[in-house]
């Protein structure tokens, strides 16, 4: 895909007016502003300050928005996934705090997965108690538009989960989905110059997202889905990751697909795709199987777009790094294959797939040691758990405890500094007392030194100085923000010529050159101060009402009419 088609892509799935709306400059100050007041007024007369600091954001960056092919479902001409990097926005330290709530209260939710681990060790619990698994039915559900759910539904059904399946007061879950709202309303980003917001759905980039989805669908599943009788008695087991459902149906096929009409029957902003078979389905990275007898087998699922992307051996990074790389693939072929033919058979198309990419035999060897990774902290998933031996494989120091030295610059001569701490590290042993704080052997953190890339290029997203001029924006905290003038330009009625500001500054900025326009003619004032500007502009207002003759602005109001005013920017 070249950048055309890309951009291309990008600004079609941007340009369709249901989800997506273009915004202005001045509406992205707007919302900066309006969040600013609405955390004003949540705080006012109440001393959490700790709490108002951190959820203020005073200088903001407007995130960047990107997009992935989604290769892996359609051949050609693949849609976008939007993804977007939301640090720096004003809701960011918002979606954080909303999150400390949620994500600790849908964890308790045992159909909710985290990781593949919990779905191997729940599914085999479930199989283990299941005697007779004849004519049961591996089910998939897909969620088409989890991610696109109306705001208000959504925060409603946060809000009665909440209520119900947590300690909260009503009080505490009123201001968590007020702030989630402000989340959900106010999600904006940039792309190829053009700012634009999300106008319902969940708040692509937000650290609340995820758990936000997972409440609403868990909500769904409690209060209707489940709630038929008729159907409930035929599901033996079901786990969810988002949007990815996955089933055992002990029921008729009919019975599966009337299932499956009645759940896109019930809202009108979910619906689903299933795939459905007696033998093998894939869910996640694992393909789920039912063998002749009746047995569940696991394994890796590999997609049809999958490529051999290894780290090359060529490649200059340091030795742990390819060697941390083949162990983590040979623990994690160990950890989902529970049959040993299945193992071997993953462990040797790991071997094949690093030879192609100049990994040695020997190395690869190395970790393909059989007993040593089936019977250690590798143990499969599905199946019985294994006592792991601390004398078994390897721990590393991290594992140990032990202090961690404070981290220092990777240099091909790092290896002296390392060895000269470990050393001396038994001086620290002496002291029985400290030498359980620090361990038997010191933890070494490197860091990267700064490249070219880093040197000149901003990988945080797009700050409201990079997409603008510099202007003055309101502080938000004052009463004279609504006399700030946004605009980046002065026409000059004199000279006919125009002036661009570059100033970054608010209400309270100090030792600044300022203009206050007429907004009625074409006169303005330059003045100075070394005190904050509003400050500057209080006085001024103060002489314009007392109509003193001695304030440039008061006396240019007098001589021609109360009607004029001023607006000031620096």
């Known amino acids: 895909m070249d950048k055309s088609h890309y951009c291309r892509s990008m600004i079609t799935m941007l340009g369709d007016s249901s989800y997506y709306s273009r915004i202005t400059i001045e509406d992205a100050h707007r919302i900066i502003l309006s969040m600013s007041n609405s955390l004003s007024d949540v705080f006012s007369g109440h001393l959490i300050t700790e709490v108002f600091t951190f959820l203020k954001v005073t200088n903001p960056l407007i995130p960047l928005i990107q997009g992935l092919p989604k290769i892996h479902k359609y051949p050609s001409d693949q849609p976008m996934r939007p993804i977007v990097a939301g640090g720096g926005w004003v809701t960011e330290p918002l979606s954080i705090y909303v999150e400390r709530f949620l994500r600790p209260i849908i964890n308790l939710n045992k159909v909710v997965l985290r990781n593949s681990k919990q779905f191997l060790l729940d599914l085999y619990d479930c199989t283990k108690a299941v005697l007779d698994l004849e004519g049961v039915i591996l089910v998939t559900f897909d969620?088409?538009?989890?991610?696109t759910i109306p705001n208000d539904l959504g925060i409603q059904y946060v809000h009665e989960y909440l209520l119900v399946h947590s300690d909260l007061t009503l009080v505490q879950v009123d201001l968590i989905c007020y702030f989630l709202e402000i989340v959900l309303e106010n999600n904006a980003f940039t792309f190829d110059g053009e700012i634009y917001i999300q106008k319902h759905g969940v708040a692509m980039g937000t650290s609340c997202a995820k758990s936000y989805a997972n409440m609403f669908l868990a909500h769904w599943e409690n209060a209707i889905s489940f709630g038929r009788e008729e159907y409930r008695k035929h599901v033996l087991f079901y786990r969810c990751f988002v949007d990815d459902l996955f089933w055992l149906w002990k029921g008729s096929l009919e019975d599966l697909k009337g299932f499956h009409r009645m759940m896109n029957g019930l809202t009108r902003c979910l619906k689903f795709t299933f795939n459905w078979s007696y033998t093998r389905t894939e869910f996640l990275d694992i393909f789920v199987e039912k063998l002749h007898n009746c047995?569940?087998?696991?394994?890796?699922?590999w997609k049809t777009c999958h490529r051999n992307a290894y780290l090359f051996r060529s490649s200059m990074h340091p030795g742990y790094i390819f060697r941390n790389l083949i162990k983590g693939q040979g623990m994690r072929a160990s950890r989902l294959n529970p049959t040993l033919e299945g193992f071997l058979e993953e462990m040797n198309n790991l071997g094949e797939r690093l030879l192609a990419r100049g990994y040695g035999q020997e190395e690869i060897d190395q970790w393909n040691d059989v007993d040593r990774l089936r019977a250690t902290k590798a143990s499969p998933y599905f199946g019985p758990p294994v006592e792991v031996n601390s004398?078994?494989?390897?721990?590393?120091?991290?594992d140990k405890g032990g202090v961690r030295i404070p981290p220092f610059f990777y240099t091909s001569d790092h290896r002296e500094l390392t060895d000269l701490f470990a050393q001396h590290w038994s001086i620290l042993q002496v002291d029985g007392s400290i030498g359980e704080i620090v361990g038997e052997?010191?933890?070494?953190?490197?860091?990267n030194r700064n490249n070219l890339k880093r040197l000149l290029c901003y990988d945080r997203g797009s700050s409201m100085m990079d997409t603008v001029p510099d202007i003055t924006l309101p502080c938000g905290n004052c009463n004279f923000c609504p006399l700030i003038n946004t605009s980046s330009t002065f026409h000059h009625p004199d000279l006919c010529r125009e002036f661009i500001f570059h100033a970054h500054a608010n209400c309270m900025t100090s030792n600044v050159v300022y203009l206050a326009e007429c907004v009625a003619c074409n006169s303005f004032y330059v003045g100075k101060t070394n005190r904050v500007l509003c400050d500057r502009m209080r006085e001024h207002i103060y002489h314009i009402k007392k109509k003193s003759e001695h304030n440039a602005l008061s006396k240019h109001i007098i001589e021609v009419g109360g009607t004029h005013t001023f607006n000031f920017r620096s």
Do not use: A, M, Y
């Not at 969620?143 to 991610?147: D, M």
């Not at 004398?391 to 991290?398: A, R």
């Open 441 to 447: 052997k010191p933890r070494f953190l490197f860091k």
């Open 295 to 301: 047995v569940i087998n696991t394994g890796i699922h």
């Open 391 to 398: 004398d078994t494989g390897s721990e590393s120091n991290f």
């Open 143 to 147: 969620v088409q538009s989890l991610f």
